[in-house]
């Protein structure tokens, strides 16, 4: 005669304290809300900076050499490019962390905001940040007659190429892990 043994019965007050915590787990995303609302406070702060950099740039355009124009150009695109970077982390992070959004059928909502998967939000991310390095080194080789320093120019361009091989190593990474859609939750 073989025993069987009874069926497991988990104890009606540990389930309901396991319940009780993973509900309190479950709550505490929304501690990262205003995390995304300060972003949004520095979004406006940056549009002050954003706005002051291009009356400055607007006063000293006639009087301007070409390269000085450029320069100017480049650093309203970094500051712009920042902008993007604050949107991105802010819209997919609310969405992958805190909770859905719903457009409620805006014509303008652009679709990618809510179909940024994490690994999708990592790439953008990288993505930005190579953007703005190259800014960075660029703004430095136009103005390399004017301020030449060798050892910031090559921390700048060795620092660059470090975000570009990070990002590129992140992809593959990606890649091979099956993560084919980068992330994106519709395969984008």
Known sequence: ???????????????????????????????????????????AVLLYKFILELWEFILHVP??????????????????????????????????????IDPGGHPDWPEWITKVGFGGLKQKLLASIVAISAIQVLKAFMNIDAAFDARKMGWLAGVHLLFVISTLLLALSDRWGGDHGAGDKAGH
């Open 1 to 43: 005669m073989t025993e069987q043994s009874a069926p497991y019965r988990p104890n009606p007050k540990l389930k309901r304290v396991e319940t009780g915590f993973e509900g309190i787990l479950f709550s505490s995303r929304w501690l990262m809300a205003p995390f995304y609302l300060g972003l949004v406070i520095s979004l």
């Open 63 to 100: 009087h301007a050499k070409e390269a000085d124009v450029i320069l100017g150009v480049l650093s309203l695109i970094d500051i712009s490019l920042t902008g993007n970077l604050i949107l991105i982390v802010v819209f997919s992070g609310y969405e992958n962390f805190v909770s859905k």
